[in-house]
Structures are given as structure tokens and as C-alpha cells.
């Protein structure tokens, strides 16, 4: 079947330390979202990403890194400089729909990272 | 960025029809309109799509008119399981597309 996965559900992240969110896809999308969600609220974009090493800045880059070396894959990078990166984090992929097209395709997403300082 | 407005929170009991609104004064002439359900610790689901009129699918109908600043989606006789949060999405496939708080809807017995 295909879809986005996200590993791993959960991960621990000591103060100081860099940790990488894997996200995976095999829908053949073009385009790859990272977001964050914090307990309440709704989803804030971190980074996307149209086309392979080819990536734009959300609302709230500060202290993420991502690369897109593949089409496949958009791994997300929380670096020590993210002073609050307790949240959950989805990825999502969706088809690029280029200038003039009136169609349009809906977000696929992961099923999540938890992601918690120890 | 088209920018989104709905009720942070609605209320119903199961076998009512329920329709949330979604303000999005800006959107512009490409752009979609997309629902997404979403439950506790997993990620948004698609729900419904529609640049104008009525589109209508197995679980859902989203109303837009004619001057596309609003659009409202309507879950027909819903069930403790459509217990949520519903977000309106204004955009193109492959840009930035913000989510918003969205709705909380919570069904009771």
C-alpha cells in the first residue's frame, strides 16, 4: 500500500543534542511538508519542500534543518538552537500542481513523531 | 497566503446534520478549498475538496458560492465517531498551506 511513514513514533532528545525525524514516502509526490503541533492547538508549518534539493521556509524554521536529496524521503532535523521542541511533528506529501492547472491535490500524512526532552 | 476563519468549537448530538463554515475573504483565483478531519495523536485526514458550487462524497458535502469567500461543510447524521477537530485549508497543492486551529466538534449520545 502506499502512504507516508514516520519513524519513530516516539523519540527523546537530551538538552544540547540534535535528533533527525525520518518521513518516507512511496505515493511518487512531489511535494513534502514538515509540521508541528503543540497539545491544543492547530498545525504550524516548519518546512516544505516542491521539488528534490529544493526547499522552502515555513512560519517557524528557526532551529530545523531539512534536506530533500530524494524524492522520496524529507528528513527533519531538530537542532539544539529549538529552545521549546517538545511536540508532535507530522510530515505530509502531496502531488505538485504547477502554474494554470485548476486541479488540485490533498495532503497525505504520517501518522506523527512525539518528540520529548528527557 | 489565503487566510482562514472558523469556529474554534461546535457542539452536537448523534443523528444531527452538522455544517461548519469557513471565512476566507482572500482566496485567490487558483485556489482550492480542502476539509481535513483530524483525531487525537494521528494525522489530519483528508475529507473534501471543491474550487466552486456543491461537491459531494461518500461522507461528506462542502458548499461554496458563488464569490468563494466562504464554504461550508456539512456531515450528514454524525456519529460519536466524527468526534474532532475539522480544519479549512485555502491553497494549491505544493505551497505553504496553513492549517489554522480549526474546529473541535464534539458529539454526544
Known amino acids: 500500500d502506499g502512504g507516508i511513514t514516520q519513524s519513530p513514533k516516539y523519540l527523546f532528545r537530551k538538552e544540547g543534542q540534535n535528533v533527525t525525524l525520518s518521513c518516507e514516502q512511496n505515493?511518487?509526490?512531489?511535494?513534502m511538508y514538515w509540521y508541528r503541533q503543540d497539545p491544543g492547538q492547530g498545525l504550524r508549518l516548519i518546512y516544505y519542500?516542491?521539488?528534490?534539493?529544493?526547499?522552502q521556509k515555513g512560519d517557524i524554521a528557526e532551529g530545523y534543518s531539512v534536506s530533500r536529496e530524494k524524492k522520496e524521503s524529507f528528513p527533519l532535523t531538530v537542532t539544539s538552537a529549538q529552545k521549546n521542541p517538545t511536540a508532535f511533528y507530522l510530515c505530509?506529501?502531496?502531488?505538485?500542481?504547477?502554474?494554470?492547472?485548476?486541479?488540485?491535490?490533498?495532503?497525505?500524512f504520517g501518522d506523527g513523531t512525539r518528540l520529548s526532552i528527557l | 497566503l489565503a487566510k482562514t476563519t472558523q469556529p474554534i468549537s461546535m457542539d452536537s448530538y448523534e443523528g444531527q446534520e452538522v455544517n461548519i463554515t469557513c471565512s476566507h475573504n482572500?482566496?485567490?483565483?487558483?485556489?482550492?478549498i480542502t476539509w481535513y478531519q483530524q483525531f487525537p495523536s494521528q494525522g489530519p485526514r483528508f475529507i473534501i475538496q471543491?474550487?466552486?458550487t456543491k461537491v459531494t462524497n461518500e461522507v461528506a458535502s462542502l458548499f461554496i458560492p458563488a464569490d468563494r469567500k466562504s464554504s461550508t461543510l456539512s456531515l450528514p447524521r454524525v456519529s460519536l465517531s466524527d468526534t474532532a477537530v475539522y480544519y479549512c485549508?485555502?491553497?494549491?497543492?505544493?505551497?505553504?498551506?496553513?492549517f489554522g486551529k480549526g474546529t473541535t466538534l464534539s458529539v454526544s449520545s
Open positions: 471543491g474550487y466552486k
Open positions: 485549508l485555502v491553497g494549491v497543492a505544493g505551497t505553504a498551506l496553513i
Open positions: 519542500s516542491q521539488i528534490v534539493n529544493d526547499f
Open positions: 505515493l511518487n509526490h512531489d511535494a
Open positions: 505530509a506529501s502531496s502531488r505538485e500542481v504547477g502554474r494554470g492547472y485548476y486541479s488540485n491535490q490533498p495532503q497525505h
Open positions: 482572500n482566496i485567490a483565483t487558483n485556489d482550492y
